[in-house]
């Protein structure tokens, strides 16, 4: 017993002093991010984790989810530490080398929250290095939490509350919208990370899925699967196909959607709302496609899918309705209104030359049926649903990203011109405005009536002043019509001809290693320039070092010199010239129709894309599709084959090349890998990790759009191996171009080589390098020929502007109080014009200096406007990740008014002249009949200060007085480069005395 006894006494002497010799460190901070309640809750919280055992016991019980979540924190000790190093179950998330040992500081020491991706497991320590080389690792807890399992579903959950929410609101008020319209039996497939799939309330979910038993916020039968194959979804598209005999609403994943508004991030409350809008939208396809409607049904030639000959037609005769139907709604004019609207009845009535065209015009017909109910009632529904606050608080709490005040969203069909999107709802829309009950009409006809149809029925008695036309006066109308269509059809054709398979093949013999430049054309309608104003360019003109085009589904971002130019007609249409390296390697993809392309310094995503080939050059012309500015990019569809056999038939017969096109370009038996190891950025969530990048390969990496920091150091990793001994040689270029390494087996062939190499990067546009790898292969023949060399340049990693403020702009209407919509927005130093969205407000980010950076911001009244406002100018100075608001009162300027009167013989007011001179400057005045007139008279108002209104008049005896000063004042406060006064300013009244006639006496 008593050597038992000396033995613990020596084990507790050895831990004591072993207790007293470890460095006093905590590390803590806050754990941010969307958890699970054991009341199966979808939470945001903020959960401390700490290093330091806590006393406290755990008050609550949180389940994690697969995710990302946020951490900042800071660390405390007593001796110097050199490095830092945080771990996620042994998995290396994040590390620094720190220049000079502190003694507390930031973890990370960035200004950019941690990524604590639960993929790594959720048991986190952090590794410290001191100076004096000692070593001591502290696991990361939480304090008053005890996390439960990281739950399976590695899907969006805001899907399961948005469903609930449509779910219950459709419950209530869903019969209000449409006559027993409900989502009681509506499945849903949500799409997850990893090819991860994830069925709601589905009658017949895929063979190998099971049963999910866990807790969800959402009260229905659960599935999940894994790389279930059968079944392609476009990545940005929501639709309602046919899964297992089943109708389902489908909604993509993005891995984004826990992203939070304290950070930069690729979500924003548009995205947040229309993802909500879009789940209302496809419900009712979903319900609509339950019901036991009459079908309409059309049968399509076979061949036509092959030849794309229904695409042809289904576009052109799209495009000819929609400029008709558009113009219906929209004419202020009743005969020009009745007039469109008569051309489009005749196109839909009158039997079209060839029957083709009638069939294209039947499948249009059943595919805008659908279309345009289910964009008219998803529109109407969210108004109803902003109306219901108490069914829209739920998705407030969780979601930061929805406005807390109730708005009304543009109707998004405006946004799909040639579309069944656009037809469908803009004849339905005409209906409402004849006063026409159309969801009576649709329900009691079960669907077996075409909107055209019900047009025809009810216009000649509910329009105003519609006067039928003849069968002759039909006739020749029609003529007209169909003429204009053979004409479009003959100008898609050939364009199909040369742009589609002339222009790909060319650019496919170029990515060969040719010399060329790229044009990039993107066409932006009408619309899109009322609200956001032209790019100024000089007419023949410029080179300049970078170029940003952003609209809602365009975006072209280069980062390397560049010829930009603009040729202003009907639309704007902005044209840049991307000089290409013979060696030059770049990706793309195709979205549907748009595409994707990336190469060094520049990245496109270009809208209706097509090449076409001409003798100079290569060009790649888009065709921007906003109209109403409510439609981003991830909110378009794809329309799935049953709702609209054209599209899906067309974009299979899209040239695609992959990246297999590129590596064809290795010699056989020869491979390459390179790795970038460091610090990234998230864009899509604004957080770092620590990854090791593939660098030739972006598919190969970790979900997420990784982006490198400035400042942060890189270590490259380059190997290339052969089959055989060649003669090899590697040559590492970096960011600025200068040789970072060079590795060479010319005279001793190797079958490896590899080359690393560290550098900082210097600025965050984008990451500059590039691997150049050359090989000689000996033939067979002769041993010492070369056959064969190639360069190779790997993926680059692109990088936004990294040293990024926010500046939002409130601009209101000062005489009513009510946000001003399409208000000017000029920030020069930036070179930036815009324009106020519907609510008022125009929110910018702009480079700024860490030392901060001042911009002056000059507001301006809407351009519609015919009077003469206030003009604002602000100062703000910008910090890097800060914001700067400015809340801005525009008024419109009033002229100088007065009255003339007569005195004695009375005579005609038009015949004075009336003039207000300051200084230099004269403004000339309009007199009305009645004596009353205005200054100046043609638009425009007199700036503030003292002007002298004079009153002239042939013969006049006298007038009294002659002239009179009158003060403007300056209502515009500070900030005012264009002051004036907010009311008329009153010149008074001027007496004009005339002689009488035949003499001063008025005797004979």
């Not at 519609?466 to 898609?492: M, N």
């Not at 919509?821 to 702009?846: H, K, R, V, Y």
């Not at 100018?873 to 007065?898: C, D, N, T």
């Amino acid at each position: 017993m008593v050597w038992r006894w000396v033995l613990m006494v020596c084990v507790t002497m050895v831990l004591n002093s072993w207790l007293l010799a470890q460095p006093k460190v905590t590390v803590q901070g806050t754990l941010k991010g969307y958890f699970i309640t054991p009341q199966e809750e979808l939470i945001l919280r903020s959960v401390i984790l700490s290093s330091s055992d806590a006393n406290e016991t755990a008050k609550e019980e949180l389940h994690l989810l697969w995710m990302g979540y946020y951490f900042e924190g800071w660390l405390k000790s007593e001796k110097p530490v050199k490095s830092i190093t945080i771990f996620a179950d042994g998995h290396l998330i994040w590390k620094r080398e720190l220049p000079k040992s502190i003694l507390q500081g930031a973890v990370p020491d960035l200004k950019l929250p941690l990524q604590l991706h639960t993929r790594y497991g959720k048991l986190w320590k952090v590794r410290l290095s001191f100076e004096d080389d000692g070593v001591t690792e502290l696991p990361l807890k939480p304090v008053g939490v005890k996390f439960k399992s990281i739950l399976p579903l590695k899907i969006d959950w805001l899907d399961l509350v948005r469903i609930k929410v449509v779910k219950n609101f459709l419950a209530r008020y869903g019969d209000l919208l449409f006559p027993s319209w409900n989502a009681e039996r509506t499945p849903f497939a949500l799409q997850g990370e990893g090819g991860q799939w994830v069925f709601i309330n589905h009658p017949k979910p895929p063979k190998g899925a099971k049963r999910y038993l866990g807790p969800s916020p959402l009260k229905e039968k659960i599935w999940v699967i894994d790389r279930w194959l059968t079944f392609n979804i476009h990545p940005e598209a929501a639709e309602a196909p046919e899964i297992n005999g089943v109708h389902t609403v489908v909604l993509p994943f993005r891995p984004y959607w826990f992203a939070l508004p304290e950070y930069e991030t690729q979500r924003n409350d548009i995205e947040a709302l229309m993802r909500l809008s879009t789940i209302l939208h496809e419900c009712f396809h979903a319900w609509y496609n339950q019901q036991h409607f009459l079908e309409l049904a059309v049968n399509l030639p076979a061949n036509w899918l092959a030849t794309r000959e229904f695409a042809r037609f289904f576009s052109a005769i799209k495009s000819m309705e929609t400029e008709l139907l558009d113009q219906a709604i929209t004419a202020q004019d009743i005969d020009l209104k009745n007039e469109a609207l008569k051309r489009f009845l005749v196109l839909r009535r009158h039997e079209p030359p060839k029957p083709e065209y009638q069939t294209v015009l039947k499948a249009g017909q059943i595919s805008e049926l659908a279309e345009g109910v289910a964009s008219v009632l998803e529109e109407q529904a969210f108004k109803l649903l902003m109306e219901k606050w108490h069914e829209y608080l739920p998705l407030l709490s969780i979601d930061p990203f929805l406005p807390k005040q109730k708005i009304h969203l543009q109707p998004r069909w405006r946004s799909y011109p040639n579309s069944p999107y656009f037809t469908g709802a803009a004849q339905l829309t005409l209906l409402e405005q004849l006063g026409v009950d159309w969801k009576q009409h649709l329900q009691a006809a079960k669907f077996h009536v075409t909107l055209d149809e019900m047009l025809s029925k009810f216009v000649a008695s509910k329009a105003v002043a519609w006067q039928p036309l003849s069968p002759e006066q039909e006739s020749k109308i029609a003529q007209v019509v169909w003429k204009q269509v053979d004409e479009q059809l003959a100008i898609l054709k050939q364009a199909e001809v040369e742009v589609q398979e002339q222009g790909f093949e060319e650019f496919r013999k170029r990515l060969n290693g040719e010399k060329f430049g790229l044009w990039v054309k993107i066409l932006f309608p009408k619309e899109v320039l009322a609200r956001f104003p032209a790019i100024q360019f000089p007419i023949n003109g410029q080179w300049q070092e970078s170029l940003d085009v952003f609209t809602w589904d365009c975006r072209v971002e280069v980062r390397r010199l560049c010829w930009v130019s603009q040729e202003t007609m009907q639309s704007l249409v902005v044209r840049a010239y991307l000089p290409m390296e013979k060696d030059e390697v770049f990706w793309f993809r195709w979205w549907g129709r748009d595409l994707e392309l990336k190469g060094e310094g520049f990245e496109l995503y270009v809208p209706q894309a097509r090449l076409i080939k001409t003798k100079e050059c290569l060009w790649l012309v888009g065709q921007s599709r906003s109209l109403s500015g409510e439609n981003p990019l991830w909110a378009r569809r794809v329309m799935n084959m049953k709702r609209a056999v054209w599209l899906a038939a067309s974009l299979s017969l899209l040239l695609a090349i992959s990246n297999n096109a590129v590596r064809a370009q290795v010699p056989e038996g020869v491979s390459v890998t390179a790795t970038i190891t460091g610090n990234f950025r998230d864009a899509n969530t604004g957080q770092i990790v620590y990854l090791t990048l593939n660098g030739l390969d972006e598919t190969n990496n970790p979900p997420g759009n990784w982006h490198s920091i400035v400042g942060e150091t890189y270590t490259f990793n380059i190997t290339m191996e052969s089959s055989e001994p060649m003669s090899m040689s590697l040559i590492l270029l970096g960011f600025d171009g200068q040789e970072l390494a060079r590795v060479e087996a010319i005279e001793q062939p190797t079958q490896r080589l590899s080359v690393q190499a560290q550098q900082q990067s210097p600025y965050g546009c984008e990451m500059k390098y590039r691997l150049r790898a050359h090989v000689k292969i000996p033939c067979p023949e002769h041993k010492k020929v070369i056959c064969s060399e190639f360069w190779w340049e790997p993926y680059h990693v692109p990088l936004p502007p990294p040293q990024l403020g926010t500046v939002v702009v409130h601009v209101f209407d000062g005489a009513t109080g009510q946000p001003l919509s399409g208000a000017g927005i000029n920030i020069p130093e930036a070179d930036i014009l815009g324009a106020t969205n519907p609510q008022g407000i125009w929110t910018g980010q702009l480079w700024a200096d860490r030392k901060g950076t001042s911009y002056t911001i000059i507001i301006s009244s809407p351009p519609n406007r015919t009077q003469v406002w206030c003009l604002i100018q602000q100062k703000v100075r910008l910090f890097p990740q800060g914001m700067q608001e400015a809340w801005v009162y525009l008024w419109p300027h009033y002229p100088i008014s007065g009255q003339i009167q007569f005195e004695g013989r009375s005579g005609d007011p038009q015949q004075a002249t009336v003039k207000a001179t300051k200084g230099k400057i004269t403004l000339n005045g309009v007199v009305n009949p009645d004596g009353s007139f205005v200054i100046p008279g043609f638009g425009g108002a007199p700036t503030e200060g003292e002007w002298t209104v004079t009153v002239t008049y042939p013969g006049a005896v006298s007038i009294t007085p002659p002239s009179r000063k009158v003060v403007v004042p300056n209502h515009c406060g500070v900030g005012a480069i264009r002051p004036g006064s907010h009311n008329p300013v009153d010149a008074g009244v001027f007496v004009i005395r005339l002689p009488f006639p035949k003499g001063p006496g008025g005797g004979g």
